[in-house]
């Protein structure tokens, strides 16, 4: 991830959490903000009810690999934390993909392709 820094400080999930927009589905939500740099900053977030840790680190490496592939498109300055919900267990890369990149839209963190030709 070329553009993106690692969220890692306690402090700056929870401002996430109560300060920034969200957008849902049925196996993620993605908590929004903007932040002050030029780059954007990711936190991923399993819990311990999802399962042990062979199925947390799955899923947090296919979260991992569906942003690298949209984060060429993504607007930068954002703070980011993907939590993955219980049910994000049994699906697999290209739902993740697919449900990451509808929210990304919804959350307006992607630019719509349909709007993007209309200006042309």
């Given at each position: 991830m070329k553009n993106t820094l690692?969220?890692?400080?306690?402090?700056?999930f929870k401002r996430l959490y109560y300060k920034g927009g969200c957008v849902k589905s049925d196996i993620l939500v993605i908590y929004y903000r903007k932040n002050s740099l030029k780059c954007s900053r990711l936190g991923i977030t399993?819990?311990?009810k999802l399962g042990g840790a062979v199925k947390r680190n799955r899923v947090k490496r296919l979260i991992r690999e569906s942003y690298r592939l949209s984060e060429a498109e993504m607007l930068c300055g954002y703070d980011i934390v993907i939590v993955a919900r219980s049910r994000?267990?049994?699906v697999d890369f290209h739902t993740v993909s697919r449900v990451m990149r509808r929210l990304f839209k919804k959350a307006g963190l992607l630019p719509d392709a349909k709007n993007e030709t209309d200006k042309q």
């Open positions: 690692s969220l890692k400080q306690n402090h700056d399993v819990g311990k994000a267990a049994e």
